[in-house]
Every structure is written in structure tokens, then in C-alpha cells.
């Protein structure tokens, strides 16, 4: 992927490739909507009419943003250097253990110190992961592809065993852990609504990234070696070390993700709580063209979809693996459009 498309929007030619792309997006999906018996138009007027529409809906839009756009920052930076980061999930729960089993400890910290603190455990428990696979990677040349799908299946193996058993709550008769210390919990800012101060760090961490992916020595090294690792290692560069790197940040948003959702939606571990995040980043950093400024956009899309499909199944009687449908198409189609312009520009 070429460096300048990662940092700025297409040119004329590819912003009409662009939007054909979100055309057929939106066009598949009816097609099924179709097929179910259902009116696409009447569909997406409801989906849109709830979650941009009322106050309730919007909430929600924002805060399934929040993981959302933590979980996709980490999946563009790890694409950046051409490592195909698609152990979201796994990453999200690691972060979310590594916090939830060091918070009787981190609790009785003062405040502010002991959410930092919290937080950060959340961003080790993901990056540990990430960074091993970057390891297996640089060290066996192991396929990241085939190592984080695999570790997603065993973390989550490893979640399901520690809920039912060394973290099970007390009275044991529920799959699920004890409460997180009150300390450590992330109230709502907003009445009426679930939004919490994880949007504030969501927020941050966009500006981060954005900074150093656009203004700094290792943005320039990721996409250095992502773009043409050959070249890479001729100008001197430390291949191994940047992926590595890559594969750290990458996994440590993810396990951020999980800290926050833990202390601000679920307060504490359960089965698989934040199962297609990791599918979803990757639609989201493709359709962002992997740059931090427009991930937020991608996610509030999203995050549209997310929330709409309740009332897409409630209320048109469209099942929610639609959404599913939506996630790969994006995807391919994002794909298909890097595919044509990059052929666009050789043929120049």
C-alpha cells in the first residue's frame, strides 16, 4: 500500500473508485435484505433513524465506538509495518485478564494513580501477546495469520476456564467473575447513557497515533517496512525489531480496549464479552485507509451498524448477522479498491 494513500485521501480518480466501493457496500447488504423479504429502504431508515436519530441510539453509537476505534488504531499500526494483525479479540481479552486479576491490588492505590495503573496493565496484557506473535514471526518466520487465530481460540479457552474456576464468583453458580473493585469502575459522564471517560482516552490515543505515525522516526520505519521491507533492511533499518514493536502497540490497544470495557460495560469477566471486535477493526483500518485521523469515522459507521442491528431484527425482522455480511464485504471491497488503484499507478 502506497504511503502517500495511507496518509491522505484519494485523488479524483480514486475518490469515484472510493465511492463505488461504498456503493456496492451498501448494495450487497439490501440485496440480502431483499432476499430475506424484507424492504432495504424501510431498513436502513429504521437503522438510521434510531441510532442517528434519537438521543438513546446516538449514545449507544458512541459507546460502542470506543472499543471500536482503540482495537482498529492498533490493527492499522500493525498493517503499516505488513503485519496482518487479525488476533483483536485475543489481544482485547489478554488485556482485559492481565487487569481484572491485578485490580484487588491496583484498587487500594490513590486515585488517579490506580486507574492509570489499571489501564496500563490492560495495554501489557495485550501487548505481551502481540508481541509474540511479532517474535514468532520475525524469529520462525510463523504466519501471523495462522498464530493469532489460534491464540484468539486459546485465550479465549483460557478466559472460560478462569470464570468457572479460580475467578468464578463466590456463590459459583454463574459462569462469570466477581464484581471489580468500585474504585476501579468507570462511571458514566453522561446521564441517561453508557458513555464513559474511555471515550476521553479513545480520543487520546487517536491524537497519539496519529502524531507518531505521521510525525515521527518509527511512523516513518513502519511504513518504511511495510511498504518494501527490502528496501528497509538496505537503508539500515532493524526489520525485525519495528515488527516486533509493531505487534506490541498493536496488541497493547486491543488489551486497552478490554480494560476499559471491563471497568465501564461489564465490570467484570464473562464468556467471550467482546467476541467480533477484531473482525470489525480490520473492516474499519481498511476503510480508514489505515490512518488514525479517520478511524473515528469508520467506527461511527460502524458503530451505526452495531446498534441498528437490534432494532434491524426487532423491528424489520432482519437477522443480525447482517452485520457480519457488511464486515466482510468491506473488507473484500477495500481491498478490491487498493488492488485497482495500485494498478492505476503502475500503469503510470
Known sequence: MDDRSMTRWPSSYQWWLFLAVVA?????????ILVAGKNPITAYASLLSYTLGTRNGFYEVITQCIPLVLVSLGVAVAFRAGVFNIGGDGQLLSGAMLSFVFAPYVAHLPMPLNMLVYLFLGFVGGGLLGMFVGWLKVRFRAS??????VLNFIVLQVLSWLIRGPLQEPARLMPWSDYLPESLILFPII????????????????????????KTSFGYKLTAVGKNPFAARYAGLKEGRIIVLAMLVSGGLAGLAGSIQVAAIHERLQDDFASGYGEAAIAIALMARLSPAFIPLAALLFGVFYVGAGVLQREVGVPFPIVKIIEGIVILGFLCFEALSNRRKEAH
Do not use: K, Q, W, Y
Open 144 to 149: 501471523e495469520i495462522i498464530t493469532t487465530i
Open 191 to 214: 446521564d441517561g447513557s453508557r458513555i464513559h471517560a474511555g471515550l476521553f482516552v479513545a480520543i487520546a490515543a487517536v491524537i497519539v497515533m496519529a502524531v507518531v505515525i505521521g
Open 24 to 32: 456496492v457496500t451498501l448494495l450487497i447488504p439490501a440485496l440480502f
